[in-house]
């Protein structure tokens, strides 16, 4: 018994250090959101300031080929498929993770994945000289493809390598690097800057640097240790990237934890998409994906964006100012994002997602009513803009980032990938369900269409606050244990074991049956 308290005191001694920012993890987390996360969000609003300069563009074209102007009905079906086709990639892209992640790892898929952004991003800059626009709209599918793939499988990597009580923070890096391309985008499209006629290709081409940068760097990070000792079965490997990662040599307990983890799935092998939706097991995870990554898109973020500039318009602000002022807001949406890094491991995930999404529910709510009553009240207009900034905040800090940490923590190895890959299949389907349906909805109701989505944001809060568990500082296993109970699976344990526990560095309980030798 006196070596096993030195063996729990050696551990407590060392957990302490296992959960430290290194620079390789730092370094491997910015490159990894710069080159992946950033053209994500990058490309969501690259295309909304020089969409008239395009337009023109695409009339000319036309012009030029057939000697007719074109038609304007024809005209705003190429539009709506330019925006629409981001989406639609999106939703393609999603559907490769499961493949991609699983023959080609982690790392590898996102050096594979750059291709598709330094191909469109070379189409897309080349479109003006090559007079075609034809190849604009093949371009953001492309790079749909390639946002589809880098939001699901940058969470699932850094995720991976994280320690438990940083993975939150880290886990919404990539989130914050989505805003803070969608910033960069809006400032860039500024009319001054490359908003205009002469300077949109170029603002569209920009997106294959941080691809470029990413191919260059990356291959010389590791690869996720869970992947290389779980998938490949290759321990050495696994070991020297996880002493890489923590900064020291003695990673023992954190492999014991991985392998624990292994030998749990042995018997189950890798979960197909199908495979994953039959099995009761991961009911409620599965479940808890679906409502939260819908909740995440159906909750009125891209309506909201749509009406900001109308919003600002009716409280005096100058339409040459407008670009300015959303600019401003792409900005607090950074800010609050880069809060919810700080506040998500002190907090919590559960927390933030309540709070998130509560905030969005009556900022909708109250939005509804002062849209309705500007023209006769007039400082409703002003409320309107409070509550546009209410909500940006309430998205950035739960409903936005939180999710997609979520997926990596309530699955393990074997079932993440088809995890991923249905989730970010409901988000990005959603997402475009949401582009096609609002206009329509906004056309029919108005601002009562906030209203719909004040529902969408209720029904999320009251699915988490009874279903969706805390997963701050927990290991992947202990998770597990937690969602088995919700999904009346039986965990293999009896009274004898429970007093033998073994508390390792990570934090994960080990069940530890004692010989005669360790007395």
């Known amino acids: 018994m006196k070596l096993k308290r030195e063996k729990q005191e050696s551990s407590d001694c060392n957990e302490g250090s296992k959960g430290k920012m290194t620079l390789l993890l730092a370094l491997v987390t910015l490159i990894s959101a710069f080159g992946s996360s950033f053209q994500y969000g990058y490309n969501v609003s690259v295309i909304n300031s020089p969409a008239l ?42 559907l490769m993770v499961w493949p991609l992640v699983n023959n080609c790892g982690r790392k590898g898929t996102l050096l594979i994945n750059n291709l598709f952004s330094i191909a469109a ?49 880290i ?38 640097i941080p691809s470029l940068i990413q191919l260059l760097i990356l291959p010389f990070f590791p690869e996720s240790p869970r992947y290389l000792l779980i998938q490949k079965g290759n321990e050495e490997q696994a070991r020297q990237a996880l002493q890489k990662l923590r900064g020291w040599d003695d990673v023992d307990d954190e492999m014991e934890e991985i392998r624990q983890e292994d030998r749990s799935e042995k018997e189950e092998g890798h979960f197909s998409v199908l495979s994953l939706c039959t099995f009761r097991g991961l009911r409620w ?29 009716s409280a005096g602000v100058d339409n040459n100012n407008v670009q300015y002022v959303t600019v401003s807001i792409g900005a607090i949406n950074v800010v609050m994002t880069l809060l919810a890094v700080f506040i998500v491991e002190s907090l919590g995930r559960r927390i933030l997602l309540l709070a998130g999404f509560g905030l969005c529910c009556v900022s909708c ?17 002003y409320l309107s803009i409070v509550c546009v900034i209410v909500y940006i905040i309430g998205h950035a800090i739960g409903a936005s980032p939180i999710p997609f940490v979520m997926i990596t923590e309530m699955f393990l190895q074997s079932s993440r990938p088809a995890a ?24 029919g109701l108005g601002p009562y269409s906030f209203l719909i989505f004040c529902a969408i944001c ?33 965990v293999q344990e009896d009274k004898e074991e429970f007093e033998d526990f073994h508390t390792v560095p990570g934090g994960q309980v080990e069940k530890k049956e004692i010989s005669s030798s360790e007395l």
């Open 53 to 94: 300069y395009m337009q023109d563009f695409y009339n000319r074209t036309y012009f030029n080929r057939s000697g007719v102007p074109m038609d304007s009905g024809f005209q705003t079906l190429l539009w709506s498929l330019t925006v629409s086709m981001y989406p639609l990639g999106g939703l393609f892209g999603s």
């Open 285 to 313: 995870q599965l479940i808890s994906i679906v409502v939260m990554m819908m909740g995440q898109q159906l909750s009125g973020v891209n309506a909201v964006f749509y009406y900001a500039d109308r919003i600002f318009q």
């Open 365 to 381: 709510a109250v939005l509804t009513l002062a849209l309705n009553l500007q023209t006769t009240v007039s400082w409703m207009s």
């Open 420 to 443: 991923f890959m249905v989730g970010g299949s409901v988000h990005w389907l959603c997402n475009f369900t949401v582009g096609l349906v609002f206009l329509y909805m906004e056309a």
């Open 171 to 208: 886990g919404v890096v990539p989130q914050l690097f989505i805003t803070l391309g969608i910033l960069v985008a809006q400032i860039l499209g500024l009319n001054r800057i490359l908003g205009n006629d002469e300077g949109w290709p170029v603002l569209l081409g920009l997106t294959g």
């Open 121 to 169: 991003a070379t189409l897309m800059g080349t479109s003006e000289l090559a007079k075609t626009f034809e190849v604009i709209i093949l371009s953001r599918v492309i790079i749909g493809i390639y946002a589809g793939l880098a939001s699901n499988v940058v969470p699932m990597f850094l995720g991976e390598m994280s320690p438990k009580n940083l993975r939150g923070a």
């Open 458 to 490: 209720l029904a999320t809060i009251v699915y988490i606050f009874f279903i969706v568990p805390e997963t701050k500082n927990k290991t992947f296993m202990e998770i597990n244990k937690i969602m088995a109970k919700r999904n009346k699976v039986e």
